[in-house]
């Protein structure tokens, strides 16, 4: 098999015994991102010189007998993380040339282990979209179907591991931008739960939302990355301190009595059959595991896109008011005084979606309209929260599709915003209640395209959800199927 095929785990067992080198594995990674690049369009960035050096400083730890698992593999990043001295864009005009002066944790904490960093991968503009056709730097395709989308924001990321052009990925999530592009690009992806992860570093769209995750071939990978990333960082004043569970050895393939709730919610007429199919043969492939169902309630789902479109917009408004062409970012050429300086550097360097949220998020804070809008958005996302704590008292997970249709074609919904924001109603629930969830590959619809199923967990409760997508996994084969590409 090429190199490039290879996962983290199977990768790591060839460099520890010195039958390959990370220089060769990074070199193989760069060429396999040429092959792919012109179809693919996952990188924004391609850092070969930094990768080779890196390489050659990881194998020198390989020969110490000094490597970690991620030592002298080859990864890449969603351009929302700051990389010191690499530009990170975050998918925007306003942030084109932007070299940061610093590492974001969850990078800094890859590199100490020896990772490789390829380069900076595409996304949607700010991280707000479901495809990544807002970025500016053109739409990423999807590697199963070039005239698909991959799903957003996290496209780069997904479509990356799909195309094989990166061993794995860290993407963000703030309504479902890890699961759901890894549910189209057939990978798997976490978002873990809030605090889990430091997002120091990380550009920030809503924070009470945004959460750091991998995007992985499979479910060890993640595993992998997640105990390499997750942890509390004095940084971050929202990470949690708390122990790091060995997710690893939680694999243990073991799910028999397993307790999964099926939210009656989720389950809804005029699913696409694709997605139905699949989700119903892995309700009988865990009930021959020995798992049990249940049928469980989620009640205030219906109001979750509408709560999140009002509490993300309006923590992006803010978020977003640090881009103004003094400190950072771009800056207009043309301008009288201050003031307009400030208003037309911000009118050149966003894009269409993000200059709506900012406008959507604005007016949600406004006074007089802050209690009917922002303050009544917090309340229903109590609610939400409430719901799936109840059900966590009966179930040990809640299996449910992650998107309701497999990816769509590219350009399909770009003139029809609310649908692109429906195609989220699985993942967003989740944000809002703060907990983690998994995206893994659970089916192929009619026309070839991946179709993922969602488990998600407790607070802190990745071991469960990495354990029982695992078992999956295993009594299973889509995970290895690939793209064709
Ligand atoms: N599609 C959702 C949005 O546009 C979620 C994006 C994300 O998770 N970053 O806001």
């Given at each position: 098999?090429?190199?490039?095929?290879?996962?983290?785990?199977?990768?790591?067992?060839?460099?520890?015994?010195?039958?390959?080198?990370?220089?060769?594995?990074?070199?193989?990674?760069?060429?396999?991102?040429?092959?792919?690049?012109?179809?693919?369009?996952?990188?924004?960035?391609?850092?070969?010189?930094?990768?080779?050096?890196?390489?050659?400083?990881?194998?020198?730890?390989?020969?110490?007998?000094?490597?970690?698992?991620?030592?002298?593999?080859?990864?890449?990043?969603?351009?929302?993380?700051?990389?010191?001295?690499?530009?990170?864009?975050?998918?925007?005009?306003?942030?084109?040339?932007?070299?940061?002066?610093?590492?974001?944790?969850?990078?800094?904490?890859?590199?100490?282990?020896?990772?490789?960093?390829?380069?900076?991968?595409?996304?949607?503009?700010?991280?707000?979209?479901?495809?990544?056709?807002?970025?500016?730097?053109?739409?990423?395709?999807?590697?199963?179907?070039?005239?698909?989308?991959?799903?957003?924001?996290?496209?780069?990321?997904?479509?990356?591991?799909?195309?094989?052009?990166?061993?794995?990925?860290?993407?963000?999530?703030?309504?479902?931008?890890?699961?759901?592009?890894?549910?189209?690009?057939?990978?798997?992806?976490?978002?873990?739960?809030?605090?889990?992860?430091?997002?120091?570093?990380?550009?920030?769209?809503?924070?009470?939302?945004?959460?750091?995750?991998?995007?992985?071939?499979?479910?060890?990978?993640?595993?992998?990355?997640?105990?390499?990333?997750?942890?509390?960082?004095?940084?971050?004043?929202?990470?949690?301190?708390?122990?790091?569970?060995?997710?690893?050895?939680?694999?243990?393939?073991?799910?028999?009595?397993?307790?999964?709730?099926?939210?009656?919610?989720?389950?809804?007429?005029?699913?696409?059959?694709?997605?139905?199919?699949?989700?119903?043969?892995?309700?009988?492939?865990?009930?021959?595991?020995?798992?049990?169902?249940?049928?469980?309630?989620?009640?205030?789902?219906?109001?979750?896109?509408?709560?999140?479109?009002?509490?993300?917009?309006?923590?992006?408004?803010?978020?977003?008011?640090?881009?103004?062409?003094?400190?950072?970012?771009?800056?207009?050429?043309?301008?009288?005084?201050?003031?307009?300086?400030?208003?037309?550097?911000?009118?050149?360097?966003?894009?269409?979606?993000?200059?709506?949220?900012?406008?959507?998020?604005t007016y949600a804070l406004s006074s007089g309209y802050y209690d009917a809008y922002y303050l009544?958005?917090?309340?229903?996302?109590?609610?939400?929260?409430?719901?799936?704590?109840?059900?966590?008292?009966?179930?040990?997970?809640?299996?449910?599709?992650?998107?309701?249709?497999?990816?769509?074609?590219?350009?399909?919904?770009?003139?029809?915003?609310?649908?692109?924001?429906?195609?989220?109603?699985?993942?967003?629930?989740?944000?809002?209640?703060?907990?983690?969830?998994?995206?893994?590959?659970?089916?192929?619809?009619?026309?070839?395209?991946?179709?993922?199923?969602?488990?998600?967990?407790?607070?802190?409760?990745?071991?469960?959800?990495?354990?029982?997508?695992?078992?999956?996994?295993?009594?299973?084969?889509?995970?290895?199927?690939?793209?064709?590409?």
């Amino acid at each position: 098999m090429e190199l490039f095929e290879l996962t983290i785990h199977e990768l790591h067992e060839r460099l520890k015994k010195r039958e390959i080198s990370s220089v060769e594995v990074t070199k193989d990674c760069l060429d396999r991102i040429a092959a792919t690049e012109p179809q693919v369009n996952a990188y924004i960035t391609v850092t070969r010189d930094a990768a080779l050096s890196a390489a050659e400083t990881a194998d020198k730890r390989l020969a110490a007998g000094d490597a970690d698992i991620l030592t002298g593999i080859p990864v890449a990043l969603k351009d929302i993380f700051l990389t010191k001295g690499i530009r990170s864009t975050c998918g925007s005009k306003i942030l084109a040339d932007f070299i940061p002066p610093y590492d974001a944790t969850s990078w800094l904490r890859l590199k100490e282990r020896g990772a490789v960093l390829v380069g900076k991968l595409n996304q949607d503009e700010f991280a707000m979209g479901s495809s990544n056709e807002t970025s500016v730097f053109g739409p990423t395709r999807n590697p199963w179907n070039t005239d698909c989308i991959p799903g957003g924001s996290s496209g780069g990321s997904a479509a990356a591991v799909a195309a094989r052009s990166a061993a794995a990925t860290l993407g963000t999530d703030t309504g479902g931008s890890i699961r759901q592009p890894a549910s189209h690009c057939g990978c798997v992806g976490l978002k873990p739960t809030y605090g889990r992860v430091s997002r120091y570093g990380v550009i920030a769209y809503a924070s009470s939302l945004d959460q750091v995750g991998p995007l992985t071939r499979d479910v060890t990978d993640c595993a992998i990355m997640l105990g390499a990333v997750a942890g509390y960082d004095p940084l971050d004043s929202t990470s949690v301190d708390r122990p790091v569970p060995d997710y690893r050895a939680g694999l243990t393939g073991d799910v028999s009595g397993l307790k999964i709730g099926l939210p009656k919610e989720y389950y809804i007429e005029g699913l696409d059959p694709d997605v139905k199919r699949s989700l119903d043969a892995a309700i009988e492939t865990y009930r021959g595991l020995g798992a049990e169902f249940v049928e469980i309630s989620l009640p205030h789902t219906d109001y979750a896109v509408a709560a999140y479109y009002l509490i993300a917009t309006a923590e992006a408004s803010s978020n977003l008011a640090r881009y103004e062409g003094v400190r950072f970012g771009h800056r207009t050429a043309e301008a009288g005084g201050l003031m307009e300086m400030m208003s037309k550097s911000r009118d050149e360097g966003f894009g269409q979606e993000v200059k709506r949220r900012i406008m959507l998020g604005t007016y949600a804070l406004s006074s007089g309209y802050y209690d009917a809008y922002y303050l009544k958005a917090q309340k229903v996302r109590t609610l939400i929260m409430q719901d799936f704590l109840k059900a966590f008292e009966t179930v040990d997970t809640i299996l449910t599709p992650v998107a309701p249709t497999p990816a769509f074609k590219v350009g399909e919904k770009t003139s029809d915003p609310l649908q692109m924001y429906l195609s989220d109603i699985f993942t967003i629930p989740v944000n809002l209640a703060g907990t983690c969830g998994i995206s893994v590959p659970a089916g192929l619809s009619g026309d070839g395209l991946p179709v993922g199923l969602q488990l998600i967990g407790k607070p802190f409760g990745e071991e469960t959800i990495l354990r029982a997508a695992h078992a999956f996994e295993q009594a299973t084969t889509w995970h290895q199927r690939k793209a064709a590409l």
